[in-house]
């Protein structure tokens, strides 16, 4: 079996992770088709920025209990700039994870078991927690995942299970939970989420931020979810939904979503797909197996139909241009991604962002534009690209970043390293540095 091609080797790295980065392009190029996905599939997953230390719980408590008119002030202060704190170690760690394939899977089901971080008032310890919860089973175990993650403390808090109590149930985690973590819309009842609001009853935090039932207010009686009756609790419920075929199919659609297309898939992809997720007990990497090497991944009527995200422009175009190691001021990076819409841990409501063609518009374009621009300004010896990056009263106070390289790669590669499709505006200059700026300001660069 012949090795993969140049452009082949830059279509399995920049849709399976983040960016195109020539080094892992360069070891796909060496590879056969299956050895390349077996290659990026079992890269090592262990890779962590250090993690600053979050204040706990009973130490905002403290400063929010002090005598005086400020105290609330202080707290909230106090919790505000170490969710800026967490945020900005995120983009560290999309920036130096060698594993690109687990930084877009762990936003992948950050944004597929949608919480928020303002919501984490309490401690940022809860999203702290759940993000390496996320990065633990990024490419491990879906079912492992979804148990978990329905006990998780941010969870509760978020969709508000501390007051779904017997008698007096709240549905905002069961309508989810159905809507968005499994079965998806149309395969459920009013009358269901209803009834898994009720095994839902009793979880709430304990002063350790643990989530723990309280039996005195949980709801044993029978109930009826899917057409199965029983005294079913939430454990029962998360079974009965992983034994259902329209869970795994649901998942396997947001994944050919996220790696294939905008399209509509054919059912009988997704049917096979959803297959292999059950057989392998929910395994995720099987899965992605199937979908990389399938006859769709490679499709060249898809390439090109993927509008990048802004952590697609911001952090893949750092990890393409090899800056991750250049002292970036990471704090530019997290406004410009704010700017473009998408605030790390804090998503626009609880189906997440959209995606696709509500990333670009008359607001947006001109932002990535703008960042695109000033990344490759002034690349010579004697002056560096200003560092924008953020809103003009921010920019003061911003580092400088880095200048860009010119790329080692030959120039006439260029446009196949850096565009998915030809370029829709003609690159006529020759002077390398030109050329970059031209080919990364090109429409057809927002596209992957």
């Avoid at 994870?97 to 992948?108: I, K, V």
């Avoid at 993000?131 to 148990?147: F, I, P, S, V």
């Avoid at 410009?336 to 509500?358: D, F, H, I, S, T």
């Amino acid at each position: 079996m012949a090795t993969l091609t140049f452009e082949q080797s830059k279509h399995l790295v920049e849709r399976s992770g983040i960016g195109a980065e020539l080094e892992m392009i360069e070891i796909l190029s060496q590879m056969t088709k299956p050895q390349a996905i077996d290659y990026l599939l079992n890269m090592p997953t262990d890779y962590l920025v250090p993690l600053p230390r979050f204040s706990s719980f009973d130490e905002v408590r403290k400063v929010r209990n002090e005598k005086g008119p400020d105290s609330r002030f202080k707290a909230n202060k106090m919790v505000r700039k170490e969710r800026g704190i967490l945020q900005r170690w995120a983009i560290s760690q999309l920036l130096e994870n060698p594993t690109a394939l687990q930084e877009r899977m762990t936003w992948f089901w950050h944004n597929h078991f949608t919480s928020s971080i303002v919501r984490s008032s309490r401690t940022i310890d809860l999203m702290k927690n759940q993000t390496l919860l996320m990065r633990e089973q990024a490419l491990g175990n879906y079912a492992d995942l979804l148990k978990r993650i329905s006990f998780d403390p941010l969870m509760l808090v978020y969709l508000d299970g501390q007051s779904n109590k017997k008698g007096k149930p709240n549905e905002n985690f069961a309508r989810e939970l159905l809507e968005l973590f499994t079965l998806g819309e149309g395969n459920y009842t009013d009358q269901d989420v209803k009834e898994v609001a009720r095994a839902f009853t009793g979880w709430r935090l304990n002063k350790n931020n643990k989530a723990v039932l309280g039996k005195r207010n949980y709801d044993s009686g029978q109930k009826v979810i899917l057409g199965k009756q029983g005294r079913f609790d939430s454990h029962d419920v998360l079974n009965i939904l992983l034994k259902h075929p329209k869970t795994a199919e649901f998942v396997a659609t947001k994944l050919w979503y996220e790696f294939v297309s905008t399209d509509t898939p054919e059912t009988a992809t997704i049917k096979r797909w959803a297959h292999t997720l059950r057989s392998n007990n929910y395994e995720i990497k099987p899965l992605l197996k199937d979908i990389f090497s399938s006859d769709a991944f490679w499709d060249g009527k898809y390439k090109g139909t993927l509008i990048k995200s802004p952590m697609d422009i911001i952090i893949g175009t750092t990890r393409t241009l090899d800056l991750e190691d250049k002292n970036l001021p990471v704090q530019s990076l997290h406004a410009q991604l704010k700017r473009m819409g998408q605030e790390l841990y804090n998503p626009p409501n609880v189906k997440g962002w959209p995606g696709g063609a509500a990333w670009v518009d008359g607001i947006t374009l001109p932002v990535r534009q703008q960042f695109l621009r000033r990344l490759t300004r002034g690349n010579n010896n004697n002056q560096k690209a200003p560092s924008q990056m953020m809103m003009q009263a921010q920019a003061k106070k911003a580092k400088e970043m880095p200048p860009t390289a010119t790329p080692t790669l030959p120039i006439e590669m260029w446009e196949a390293w850096l565009l998915p499709i030809p370029a829709i505006t003609p690159i006529k200059s020759k002077q390398p540095r030109q050329r970059l700026q031209a080919l990364l300001l090109d429409p057809a660069y927002q596209l992957k």
